[in-house]
């Protein structure tokens, strides 16, 4: 059984080959917001990080996924699992579909599917939590729809265009 393969998607490890992706992804000035990033990455850093990769999630505590289409095998988005702990067994997730031609086609909810599902099977982790701006509605609608819980709001975390916004916080709690 594949864990990393849904209807529409697959989930896949970085390549070399990812690096014009990984470059539109990390310098694209409109989703710093959600990657909290401030300044742009040259192809240089991508190219060091992509030889990176290959680190297993408990060594690099962090593992990032290409979200592909089962249709034509296109890079259409990322997901993380960040701030991995083995000992507390959890991890933070974060979701991106790069282009909005490819949004509304359920790839994000497969693919946090996918990953819940990998971390609950393979790292046994208790617990998976999620960081998304009180203005995301669309995230919090798929983290809530995939049995997320909302457990509290940071207030003024992070700074857009002059702007605080605050950050709401969601957590799922795996039952084995």
């Not at 990080?49 to 095998?73: F, M, P, T």
Request: aromatic share 12%; charged share 20%; net charge positive.
């Amino acid at each position: 059984m594949v864990t990393l393969k849904g209807v529409d998607i697959y989930l896949r490890a970085l390549e070399p080959e990812d690096l014009e992706f990984i470059y539109k992804v990390e310098n694209n000035e409109q989703i710093w917001e959600i990657s909290n990033t401030q300044t742009p990455y040259s192809r240089f850093l991508i190219k060091q990080y992509l030889k990176n990769a290959h680190l297993d999630i408990y060594e690099a505590k962090q593992l990032r996924l290409v979200i592909c289409s089962n249709g034509n095998n296109a890079a259409v988005g990322l997901i993380d699992l960040f701030d991995f702990n083995a000992a507390f067994r959890r991890a933070g997730i974060g979701i991106l579909i790069l282009n909005n031609k490819e949004k509304n086609k359920g790839y994000g909810k497969q693919a946090l599917q996918l990953v819940m599902k990998y971390g609950k099977t393979h790292l046994h982790l208790h617990q998976i939590y999620a960081s998304i701006t009180e203005d995301n509605k669309v995230s919090q609608n798929l983290f809530t729809k995939a049995g997320f819980k909302f457990i509290g709001q940071r207030k003024d975390w992070t700074i857009v265009n002059g702007q605080f916004k605050n950050e709401n916080l969601y957590q799922h709690i795996y039952v084995y």
